[in-house]
């Protein structure tokens, strides 16, 4: 079957200070994975779409400074939050898909910004 | 632009009551719709998904939804609900683009 796995599931970072994580797609190819972001008691934001052999785009209210994506392969994405602050926190998920109906979801970064 | 509106934030009922979830979807086109649960402090769990035929979807732990093309609704239900079914649940919108837009989520919880 086709899962999602990303690490970490839990960080804590300084504020100010850079966080990275990642995103492994097995079972299937992921020609697409977008990163959601949920602060706490909201629902999820799309940050970013990153289709392989594409430009990478970017949500309103984010940006490729703030929240550079890497996605090399089918199988795998990293995201990074750069000079994280306390509206940082809060769960990033990942979903991958291949062609554009369904997408799979890992079980999601947890991000404390302390 | 597409969006989902899930109107109930919270929905409070006692433990073998019937439930329905209301979902309503803006799109020009018919969308792939979707709904997830999350529990405390979990990522996300699909619970069923539509992409076209019978309007009405049959997902896990004897969840299901309607589509309603004309309403453009896609309500969630389940004839007895369990205290474990306590959770958010998200109804999201695919349109065919490898990205999903979610409504704000309703907070269900179940009464012994």
């Known amino acids: 079957g086709a ?3 990303q690490y970490p599931r839990r960080t804590i970072c300084k504020s100010g200070t850079s966080m990275r994580m990642e995103c492994q797609a097995v079972g299937f190819q992921a020609t697409s994975v977008a990163w959601y972001r949920q602060s706490p008691q909201k629902t999820f934001e799309l940050i970013a779409l990153s289709t392989v052999n594409s430009a990478i785009k970017y949500e309103q209210n984010f940006t490729q400074e703030k929240f550079p994506i890497s996605h090399p392969n089918l199988s795998f994405s990293s995201m990074t939050v750069l000079n994280a602050y ?3 926190r809060g769960l990033y998920l990942c979903g991958a898909s291949t062609g554009n109906t369904e997408v799979f979801f890992g079980k999601g970064t947890r991000l404390t910004v302390v | 632009a597409q969006s989902v509106t899930q109107p ?3 929905v409070t009922v006692s433990e073998g009551a019937s439930l329905q979830l209301r979902c309503k979807y803006s799109y020009s086109a018919t969308p792939y719709l979707f709904w997830y649960v999350q529990y405390p402090r979990q990522g996300l769990q699909l619970l069923l998904k539509y992409y076209s035929g019978d309007p009405v979807v049959q997902g896990v732990n004897s969840f299901e939804a ?3 093309k004309s309403n453009s609704s896609f309500h969630l239900q389940k004839a007895s609900v369990h205290w474990s079914d306590s959770a958010v649940y998200f109804c999201a919108l695919n349109t065919n683009t490898g990205k999903l837009t979610f409504g ?9």
């Open chain 1, 3 to 5: 899962l999602v796995y």
């Open chain 1, 86 to 88: 306390l509206e940082d």
């Open chain 2, 8 to 10: 109930d934030a919270r």
């Open chain 2, 66 to 68: 309607e589509f309603s």
């Open chain 2, 104 to 112: 704000d989520g309703t907070v269900l919880t179940v009464k012994p």
